[in-house]
């Protein structure tokens, strides 16, 4: 028989991860939207943020980006430290889809083809974090929560289900680019269960399902594409997707002209915000 001694079987009782692996005794801030993704969005030092528990409804406050309700004391520093490697690859990929998107505009000089790749399993797995740092710090409005098979799916004990993970709304015929990040949560009303999640990066459109769609071509969404184009005249600029299991073909996005204002799908409080 084994035993452990009490460093390592010790559990911090604010760690949500605890009893993925014993915890380290300190707690630590967790970033469930990512420090270096927030940096991308800032301005001296601030972020505009909307629709967190501690603020009115439909209105914008000035966060600075270590503040507490951006950062709550809830995973122990060892858990936080496994899962950082999510935070880098999300920060990345938001960088990547602005860079590219900016190089295809129609102001751009001579752009030319590239290719970058990305785990579309860690960028799935980022996702989750986001949600549970936001359920288990009460960041949310409404009282919610996740199925308990979403910890062992962060942690890698337990596999995606069939049909769970990352989609693409491909359904839309235009995306309008936007510097920032929307978090839209679909909640079964009755129990507060979080059953998907959409994800508005860069103006692109991503669903997060913790369960399977009944009928997902119907909802014009495509699961774990293998690459996102970004196509103009001249050029390809290619963000490939690498998954585990099987994946969709992927997503063309072609320039369709020019724009400048908010997104037109926004609501009227956060267009004025």
Known sequence: MIKLSEEEAYLHPKCYARGHGSCS????????????????MELNGTVKIGGLACQ??????????????????ILCEYHNSVL????????????????????????????????????????????????????????LKEPTHLKPECLDILFDTMNWPKGWGLYFKSSDQFYYHSSSFLIET?????????????????????MLCMGKPDNPESFGIQHRPKKILFKTHTCEKVIGLTWLASCGEGIVLSRAGSYDGSP??????????
Request: glycine share 8%; hydrophobic share 35%; aromatic share 10%.
């Open 84 to 139: 950082s490697p999510l935070d880098k690859t999300m920060g990345e990929f938001f960088e990547i889809i602005g860079n590219f998107d900016r190089a295809t505009s129609p102001s751009s000089q001579n752009p030319i083809s590239e290719q970058k790749e990305f785990s579309g399993g860690e960028i799935e797995k980022w996702m989750l974090k986001c949600l549970l740092g936001m359920t288990v710090s009460g960041s």
């Open 56 to 73: 009115a409804s439909e209105q914008f406050n000035i966060f600075g980006i270590k503040h507490k309700n951006l950062a709550p004391k």
């Open 186 to 206: 679909r909640i079964n009303p009755a129990d507060g269960l979080i059953l998907a999640a959409e994800f508005y990066i860069r103006g692109l459109p991503f």
């Open 25 to 40: 005794r300190k707690i630590s801030k967790e970033h469930f939207i990512s420090e270096n993704l927030l940096r991308q």
């Open 264 to 273: 037109p799908n926004w609501k009227e409080w956060e267009k004025d915000g």
